[in-house]
């Protein structure tokens, strides 16, 4: 054969083989997961009908035809546990989108994995998270490089120090209430409000940057969204697309040259007031970084602030942080916020409460409730009955959950043993919050859960509430989003009337009964649109988000 023959076919050759090797790995890895999970059907683990081919697949196809398609995943869990009756954990064999997984729904479990064993991060979130937040962060680490970023990062998020940020997150509010008054009668999604607050408020409080993406586009904000769009969270196939790789490369320079930016100014603000002697914060509270930087600098006895360049190896990890601030600090606080709304919307009786209780603390002028929290900020500690209102929020509508490597064995109440080893550990928060064996009157929304004292039935359980997971990874904004929460509940309560309006949403988007009636006769069947009854349910988004953003209509009721 002429060697220039050759040439043309030795690539393909090595294109055969390429194909065949990745063929039998993911077939093998394929046999792996299923043999791992007919072991454990063997041994009588709990879990629904399993097969060879199909795993788990078929079934949770089941199950979740019953509900709107892209309910969260932990909505469609809840339900397997109770038809499984309400077992404390089950396995679910889901390859190729997951390892086999065990899917823990009450508290002791739950307990065992985040506090007890304290189980590693999944490689998995490597491949979720990294690409969007630029490299390791404290949600992906392990080990002792996890302990070291976030003992730096710890101080700026503890609660006493987050007091100092109480004005500056006001005035990110204080814009949010301004867009909310230029609602008056409009048909809007909520979340394309709360979202650009929550986006202004994590940049503000950890970075000292004003986005102020309530008021105007920002690229920082754009390149995050296109980059959580394109990195299609749970499809295991996203990640052979060359556009996505393209596309996500682009926009992870933008934002490592705008945090990085930034972040180089805060060090250069720390080592000119380190020079001149006059502290950075003689105008105004320090960023979470600011102070991150300056304990970097007191570990190695200030020689780094001298030398007046910021390490780039630190610089370059601090940067990953604080693009992961920004993506896990907007995302699930909007949800909260969305879900408050609506549940005052729904129990008028806990809204009136909720603003007695403002009126009590802050005066009779709503409008003037700002500058009295300005003034006294400790004043947000004084308003318990708030705090139940967004703690039993979270019970019902948790908007993440909690994935581990598994290893030990975890044990349920009657003592049965699960194997873990080869398999995936998923705290469910939603289940376990809704869980019947946990909560007296789980499905119903009552405040005063977290205001009885111990010997009332109602009192919640130990460990059964973890919303922001328990244990060593706990999140860190667990005191910054109840800070911030109550804040804007403050706010805006008594001034505002928010009321979803899905029907009217639907009209304006020409979602009329003709298009449903063609729907029905498409598909044979009414298509699902509520969970629960209700069209605001937990949609798959990154978190959990209430569905289509919550189109609502917001009313001014008072004027202060
Ligand atoms: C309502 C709001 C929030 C909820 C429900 C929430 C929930 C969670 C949960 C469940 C985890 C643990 C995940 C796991 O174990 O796999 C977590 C971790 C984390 N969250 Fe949040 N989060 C919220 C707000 C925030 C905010 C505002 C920030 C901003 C800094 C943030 C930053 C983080 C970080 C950095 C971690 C990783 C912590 C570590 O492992 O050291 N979260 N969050
Ligand atoms: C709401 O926000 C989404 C996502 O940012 C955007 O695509 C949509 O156009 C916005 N809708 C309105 C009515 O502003
Ligand atoms: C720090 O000081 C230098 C020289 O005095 C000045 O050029 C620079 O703008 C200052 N940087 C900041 C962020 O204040
Ligand atoms: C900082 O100073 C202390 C006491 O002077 C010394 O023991 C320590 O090794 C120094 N640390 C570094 C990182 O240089
Ligand atoms: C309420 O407070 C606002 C803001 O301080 C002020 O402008 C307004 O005049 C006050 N209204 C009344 C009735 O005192
Ligand atoms: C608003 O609150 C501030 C701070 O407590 C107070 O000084 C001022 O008198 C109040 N203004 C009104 C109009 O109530
Ligand atoms: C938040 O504050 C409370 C009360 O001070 C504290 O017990 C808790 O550990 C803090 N959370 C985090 C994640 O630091």
Known sequence: ???NLYLLVLPVNVLYVVIGIILFLSLHRAYKARARVNELRKMSMPMPPWNWFTGHLLILQRYMSKFPKDTFIN??????????????MFYLDLWPFLKPTLFICSPDPAFQAANKFNLPKPSMYRVMFEPINGGPNLLTMNGEQWKFWRSLFNPGFAPAYLM????AIIDCVQTFTDRLRDLDGKVLPLQNFTTPLTMDVIMRVALDLELNCQRNEHPL???LLTMIS??????????FNPVRTFVLRKHDKIMNRIIGGELQKRFEELHNSSQSATDVDSKRSKSVVTLTLSEYHKVNNNSKVESATLDKHFADF???????FLFAGHDTVTSVLVYIYHMLYKHPEVRYHMCQEHEAVFGPNASNASNILRANPLLLNQTPFTLAVIKETMRLFPPAGAMREGGPILVDRNGLKFPTDDCLVSNSHHTIHRNPNVWVRAEDFLPERWLVDASHELYPPPDAFRPFELGPRMCIGHNLSLIELKITLIMTVRTFRVEPAYEKWDELKGKGIAERA??????GCEKVLTVDGDRAYQEEKGGAHPSEGYPCTVQVISQG
């Open 518 to 523: 063609l729907g029905k006769w498409w598909s």
């Open 318 to 324: 601090a940067t990953y942080q604080l693009r992961l």
């Open 164 to 167: 100092q940020q109480v004005p």
């Open 75 to 88: 909505v469609i869990i809840s339900d397997v546990a109770r038809e499984l009756g309400n077992v404390d």
């Open 1 to 3: 054969m002429p060697s």
């Open 230 to 239: 394109w990195s299609k969270l749970g499809n295991p196939l996203a990640r």
């Open 221 to 223: 904000v754009n390149s």
